[in-house]
């Protein structure tokens, strides 16, 4: 495990020097075969972004079958049973960088029977959070290299690159619609942390891209609202978050009602207690500022975030020099 990221570090310069990728820092690095063995059934890759994997040399790798936007669907997708729709929990977030929290949480959405799958989307480039320096590029590979080497090879955890080939990040109601069309067998649930869901939030305001404005138009009309739309035609599943409650009223045993129609909670199988933590990336990051000048003396500035992510995302942003100030 501890020699991945040294194979990604060694062919991340040729990537991001590919002209035909979409930005700086972008490509695909993972690889379906070979010293990586990374899952072929992850949520696909763009055939073009693959073809210029292989060119840069990368061992083994491969790509979808179709060019659909985001990725097109590899071959073990293409193979889905046709008896009942395949269950997909999207659970996004910007993994910056990613934790062993992360994995937890996504672990116990399946072991909780609410999914079938669960498809961890690092999401693209955010104008609006100007702090958000790590490339889509870097946090998906970090993603990848903590599923694979957390979990077993059939452990239905996938990670998905549909934005990280975006010129930014896709807004949710855009992305959920993006995956209902490449993958129409499939229904999408959107995971939501509860912090999500308090007197100062409200997702019926969430905004989307407005498909129709063209420049020149006026810039107040590039975004439109379609928070409703996402409530009317998608799922929630609704996980906890510590020191983020959500109170029953009357009329209301869930207390979810009141925020959409389509919300439900995550539950555990009798007799089975839900894992949570409160580790966050906001604390990876801290931690890995306060060591700036450990390492300027040389010490080991990484050992306050040892044990809080896996092993291989440790040394992958030692050897990447992420979070530097």
Known sequence: ????????????????????????ASGSAMASSGALSLRQTTPPFREAASRKVRAAGLPGASGGSKDCGG???PD???????????????????????????????????????????????????????????SPLDRYVMCQIAVNAAFAPDFPIRVSDIECFEPEALYTYDLL?????????????FVVGTDWLQPNTNIMTWESRNF????????????????????????????????????KVPGDPTGLLRFGPRLRWLTMPD????????????????????????????????????????VGVLSYIERQALYLP
């Open 212 to 247: 129709s404005w063209r420049p020149g138009d006026p810039p107040e009309k590039r975004l439109i609202v379609t928070g409703d739309k996402l409530l009317r035609e998608f799922d929630f599943l609704v996980v906890f978050r510590p020191g983020h409650h959500v109170w």
């Open 71 to 73: 990725g097109g669907r």
């Open 271 to 310: 007799g089975m207690m839900f894992i949570e933590g409160n580790l966050s990336s906001t604390e990876i990051r801290k931690r890995l500022e306060q060591s700036a000048s450990l390492r300027q003396l040389g010490a080991n500035s990484l050992r306050g975030i040892d044990g809080l992510v896996p």
């Open 177 to 189: 619609c993006k995956l209902r069309e490449t993958y129409p067998d499939t229904t999408f649930t």
């Open 76 to 134: 073990a997708m293409s193979r889905q049973s046709t008896v009942g729709r395949r269950r997909v929990a999207v659970y996004g977030g910007a993994f910056d960088p990613i934790t062993n929290a992360h994995l937890t949480a996504a672990s116990e959405i399946v072991h909780s029977g609410s999914a079938d799958e669960v498809w961890m989307v690092p999401c693209g480039k955010r104008p609006d959070k100007p702090k958000l320096k790590t």
């Open 1 to 24: 495990l501890v020699a991945l990221p040294v194979m990604f570090s060694s062919h991340l310069g040729s990537l991001r020097s590919s002209r035909s990728l979409r930005y700086v």
